[in-house]
C-alpha cells in the first residue's frame, strides 16, 4: 500500500532505512524537496544502479559490478586463503586494515535461530562450493563477530568445514589496543586471560 | 561527475544528505543492497514521485501536491491571519499543536547575510502579493525561529508589512514550558524577563 500523498510517501520510505525515524525521514524528506532537482535524480538514479548493476560474486557473494568481484579477480591475492564474514561492511573494514592478503566469504547474515535463520538462508552452499576436487584453499578463517550469532555461526561452520581437511581459525578475541583493563566488561576480559599468548 | 561504480555513487549520493556522514551512507547502502528489490524501487520512485508531483501553492508557497495546498483549500481556515514561517517543518510543527487556525505563508529560508541569502532568494514577493487591494488580511504572526537569522527575517519582514496597515506579531520567546530557570541560557532568561506579561 503505497501513500497517496507523494510527501508522505518519501518520508515513509526514508523511515524504512536503518536507524533513521519519522522525524528524521521527514527532516530528509524536506531537505531533499528544497533541493534543485539534481539530489532526487543522483540519489533515485543511484538506487537503481545499485539494483541493476550490483549482484552477486559468483565464487565469495561480495557486491559486485562483475560476475566476479574485484578481490577474486586480483590475482595477487592468495587462493589458499578464505577468510568468512557477515556482511560486505565486515569485508571493507578488514580490507581498511590492509593485513589481509587472502580471498574472502561473505555469508550475507548469521545463523540466528531466535530470527529463524538458519544455514539455508546465508551463502553456505557457496562457500561449500569452494571445496571442489580442485580446491586450492587450505585454510579458512572465521571472521564473524564475537557475538552470540557470530560465535553459533562459526562453531557450525567449523564443524562443516573440518571434515573438508581444511584449517579452521577464528579470530581473536580479546581488550582492545588502547582499551583499559579496568572498563572491558568481565566476558571480554575473562575471554582474554583464557586466550593469552606466550609471549 | 558520476563515480563508474555503483556502489560508490550510492554511497555518495546518501552521504549528500543532512546528518548522514560517509560511514552512515555506507550502512544504508549495504542494507538497501542487501534488501529484496522492493525497497530500493519504493525509495526511488517516492524520490521520483515528489520531483514530479510536488509543487509550491500558489497562495503560501507550502509544498503541495494540487495549485493549492490543503490548508490553503480549507474554508474552515481563517484567511485574516497568516503565520510566516521559514520552512515546511515548521509549518508542521504549528499545525501539531493545534492551537493555530489561521492561514500560512512558508518563506523556504532565512535572510541571511553571511550566506548571501537576500530577500529574493526567499518567497517575500510571493508574501506581498497576498496583500493586493481585496486583501482580507488582518494580522501577520512572524513566526522565525529566534536565532539571528529569524530575528532578522522577522525584522526586515516587520518593517516591510507594518505600511501596508497591517498587525504585525512576533512569537513570543522565552523559557520553555518544562524548563529550568536555572539552566536556561543567559539570553533566553533576559528575554523571559524583559518580555514579562501582567499576570
Known amino acids: 500500500m503505497k501513500p497517496d500523498d507523494p510527501i508522505t510517501h518519501l518520508i515513509s520510505a526514508f523511515a524504512r532505512l536503518p536507524g533513521i525515524g519519522e522525524r528524521t525521514a521527514s527532516r530528509l524528506a524536506f531537505f531533499v524537496m528544497n533541493q534543485p532537482g539534481d539530489l532526487v535524480d543522483d540519489l533515485s538514479e543511484a538506487l537503481q544502479r545499485v539494483k541493476v548493476e550490483v549482484g552477486f560474486c559468483e565464487r565469495c557473494s561480495n557486491l559486485t559490478k562483475g560476475t566476479l568481484c574485484q578481490i577474486c579477480e586480483d590475482t ?3 587462493p589458499a586463503t578464505i577468510c568468512v564474514v557477515e556482511s560486505t561492511p565486515d569485508l571493507r573494514a578488514i580490507e581498511r586494515t590492509g593485513e589481509f592478503r587472502g580471498t574472502y566469504h561473505v555469508l550475507h547474515g548469521l545463523i540466528s ?3 529463524g535463520i538458519g544455514p539455508d538462508d546465508l551463502k553456505v552452499r557457496e562457500l561449500l562450493a569452494r571445496f571442489g576436487t580442485d580446491s586450492e584453499v587450505k585454510e579458512v578463517i ?18 562443516l568445514l573440518k571434515p573438508l581437511g581444511v584449517n579452521v ?4 578475541s580479546g581488550i582492545p589496543i588502547g582499551g583499559e583493563l579496568e572498563y572491558a566488561d568481565k566476558v571480554t576480559l575473562s575471554r582474554a586471560i583464557m586466550q593469552r599468548r606466550v609471549f
Chains 1, 2 share one sequence.
Open 142 to 159: 572465521l571472521a564473524t563477530s564475537p557475538s552470540v550469532d557470530g560465535e553459533a555461526t562459526a562453531l557450525y561452520l567449523a564443524r
Open 76 to 78: 595477487k591475492r592468495d
Open 113 to 115: 535461530p531466535l530470527e
Open 169 to 172: 581459525s577464528r579470530i581473536a
